[in-house]
């Protein structure tokens, strides 16, 4: 209900009381109607971005700052698989435990990248306070951590497809089945790089973010590249605790003239569990990085 309130003035002349002007009362200082109109019209605050356009925008924005920078770093990771293929041709024999250092050296390379790299990324990112600025996009966390894990791990696509076909080459091993690394790469890439993501939030400095990812790609290159067969029974405990493990098995159970695919599909399958769990956590990380 509107009020309006009348202000009057009186001419000395005639003696008597003229009406001025009529205003609403709710424009009038001090008025309660005045406080309340306002509040009434509050903007309304934008949707929430979306999680795939947001994962897209991260991914090419990690995708072009890094490009010039990881390519040295990719060139690494080839030329350091390819050496150590290159070694244990004279110790390894033909047969399964050639195809155990092929499939583990190209592994090494996503371990190299995605898991190393990753974590000495998250690792500085926190410290210098860059999760800051993250923190004040309108992007989830999810889109953040799979966006950067993402444009990681397809930096080693190249090497790990370089690194295979040198393999086979050198140990004499069908190329028949190379087409599994289109499956071995990404999932095997998002399990290391959920990894090592949440190793480098975690981590409570940058120097124990790069220790903890060098320690997590030994790992990978003593259990994945060694021989299962020339393991102590503890070690290979060990080995199955390892994500990049599954990738090796799977790429190395293609290798013979008539792969299980059975096998090869539930060591795939094991990876891609691994990866949406450890990027969950990655996730969970994130944000507990990122409020403090």
């Known amino acids: 209900?509107?009020?309006?309130?009348?202000?009057?003035?009186?001419?000395?002349?005639?003696?008597?009381?003229?009406?001025?002007?009529?205003?609403?009362?709710?424009?009038l200082p001090g008025s309660a109607l005045a406080v309340e109109e306002p509040a009434a019209c509050a903007a309304?605050?934008?949707?929430?971005?979306?999680?795939?356009?947001?994962?897209?925008?991260?991914?090419?924005?990690q995708l072009s700052r890094a490009r010039v920078a990881r390519i040295p770093l990719l060139f690494v990771a080839t030329f350091q698989s390819v050496g150590i293929m290159i070694l244990m041709r004279g110790v390894v024999d033909d047969g399964a435990e050639a195809q155990a250092v092929v499939a583990g050296s190209s592994v090494l390379v996503v371990a190299f990248v995605?898991?190393?790299?990753?974590?000495?990324?998250?690792?500085?990112?926190?410290?210098?306070?860059?999760?800051?600025?993250?923190?004040?996009?309108?992007?989830?966390?999810a889109a953040v951590v799979l966006g950067a894990a993402g444009a990681y791990a397809?930096?080693?696509?190249?090497?790990?497809?370089?690194t295979a076909v040198f393999g086979c080459v050198l140990f004499g091993l069908?190329?028949?089945?190379?087409?599994i690394l289109m499956a071995v790469i990404?999932?095997?890439?998002?399990?290391?790089?959920?990894?090592?993501?949440?190793?480098g939030l975690l981590a409570p400095r940058p120097e124990l973010a790069t220790l903890?990812?060098?320690?997590?790609?030994?790992?990978?290159?003593?259990?994945?590249?060694l021989p299962a067969d020339r393991m102590p029974q503890a070690v290979r405990f060990t080995r199955d605790l390892l994500p990049s493990t599954y990738g090796v098995e799977a790429f190395a159970r293609t290798f013979g003239p008539h792969p299980d695919w059975a096998f090869v599909l539930g060591d795939l399958a094991v990876c891609g569990v691994v990866g949406v769990v450890s990027l969950a956590v990655a996730t969970w990380a994130y944000r507990r990085a990122a409020v403090r």
């Not at 202000?7 to 009362?25: C, H, I, L, Y």
């Not at 999932?187 to 190793?199: D, K, N, W």
């Not at 903890?212 to 590249?225: E, H, N, P, T």
């Open 114 to 141: 995605a898991l190393n790299l990753l974590a000495q990324y998250f690792g500085q990112l926190r410290a210098s306070g860059g999760l800051d600025h993250y923190a004040t996009l309108p992007v989830p966390p």
């Open 174 to 179: 069908p190329m028949a089945h190379l087409w």
């Open 154 to 162: 397809s930096f080693t696509v190249p090497g790990t497809v370089v």
């Open 186 to 199: 990404p999932l095997a890439g998002a399990a290391l790089a959920g990894l090592g993501a949440a190793l």
């Open 212 to 225: 903890l990812g060098q320690l997590g790609m030994s790992a990978a290159l003593l259990l994945g590249v």
């Open 1 to 27: 209900m509107r009020t309006e309130q009348a202000t009057a003035a009186v001419d000395p002349s005639e003696g008597k009381q003229r009406d001025v002007s009529v205003v609403p009362a709710e424009v």
């Open 44 to 61: 309304e605050l934008g949707p929430r971005a979306r999680l795939w356009p947001s994962l897209a925008a991260v991914y090419r924005a």
